[in-house]
């Protein structure tokens, strides 16, 4: 996914429709008994409810049947379409779709315009949405176009994204963790230092000889918020670097568990990825999950939901 924008998912009865708009073809239902034309995607014709409807390709010839401009987003994930046209569109076949307009001026759109098919690829891995366009524009395959291609790179190899480009800053949220960081040991010494300055010096954080004997672990184990503040020293290389704000600000965490245990002398080390980016009236909210794992652990020890506020 390179999205963060709901996407539609495919039942049963409408899994051929979406496969076939993967294959830049528009297939709709037509009944067997009475020939009707059937859309959306049901069991029975809706003129005389016969079971029997065949899946076929139509050319998507269409007229525009009604439609409206939303200038403000449905959903915030839909900010970066401002102002979106929402039309029905008629087919051929008599039956209507709920779809989008793109590529014609607000001005040259009119009811009954004669239209044509766009499947737009709005994925990587080649989703389509179907959508419309005047007939005198490319119908056909719409690419993929990634919003993160052609963006100046720095010296780190880190793509830079402003602020202000929402689609490109929705493209980061591809739910890909970074390589690992580098890794740093958990020893008595730290936690006791922990201890000390936290307060928190229960037997199972320092007391080995006891934990020896009485912890489920059979060793001392750090504390939970010591491993947590210890990701400062976890280098993570984002493959992105935010750019044009005036401030970025820590807005603390959305969620933050301990789900597997650091015991004394283990090496941790971490990773992370972008959970979703949000925009409001305080800036843009960036989510960045970040896991540390004892090294070889699958389960992580720490799982951080960190929100930064860019504004
Ligand atoms: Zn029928």
């Known amino acids: ?82 102002p979106q046209a929402l039309a029905v569109v008629e087919l051929k076949e008599g039956v209507r779709v709920n779809t989008t307009l793109i590529d014609i001026e607000e001005q040259d759109i009119q009811i009954g315009m004669p239209l044509k098919p766009i499947f737009d690829k709005v994925t990587a891995d080649g989703k389509t949405l ?15 176009d990634n919003p993160l291609e052609g963006l100046p790179v720095n010296d780190k190899g880190q793509v830079q994204v402003p602020v202000s480009n929402l689609s490109a800053l929705y493209a980061l949220a591809d739910n890909k963790f970074t390589e690992w960081s580098n890794s740093i040991e958990v020893d ?34 750090a504390h939970g918020s010591l491993v947590q503040v210890l990701q400062s020293r976890l280098t993570i290389a984002l493959p992105f670097e935010i750019v044009g704000f005036n401030t970025m600000v820590n807005y603390g965490s959305n969620r933050l568990r301990f789900p597997a245990p650091v015991p004394a002398g283990s ?28 090294q070889g652990n699958d389960k992580p020890s720490v799982i951080n939901d960190l929100v930064i506020l860019y504004r």
């Open 130 to 144: 179907l959508r419309f366009t005047a007939v005198n524009n490319q119908g056909g395959e719409r690419k993929f």
């Open 1 to 82: 996914m390179s999205t963060l924008k709901p996407m539609p998912l495919a039942t049963k009865i409408s899994k051929p429709y979406w496969q076939a708009l993967e294959q830049n073809q528009l297939k709709i239902q037509q009944c067997n008994d009475c020939d009707s034309w059937v859309f959306y995607p049901r069991n029975h014709c809706t003129a005389c409810f016969a079971h029997e409807l065949e899946w076929k390709e139509v050319s998507g010839e269409a007229t525009l049947y009604s439609y409206t401009l939303t200038r403000i987003p449905t959903m915030p994930e839909f900010s970066d379409e401002m």
């Open 188 to 221: 008595q010494t730290l936690i006791n230092a922990f201890a000390d300055l936290s307060g928190d010096d229960y037997w199972l954080h320092t007391d080995p000889e006891r934990a020896k004997v009485e912890s489920p672990f059979k060793t001392t184990i």
């Open 267 to 294: 090496i941790i080390h971490g990773r992370s990825k972008v959970k979703d980016v949000s925009t409001s009236h305080k800036g843009v909210q960036l989510t960045l999950e970040m896991n540390i794992h004892v």
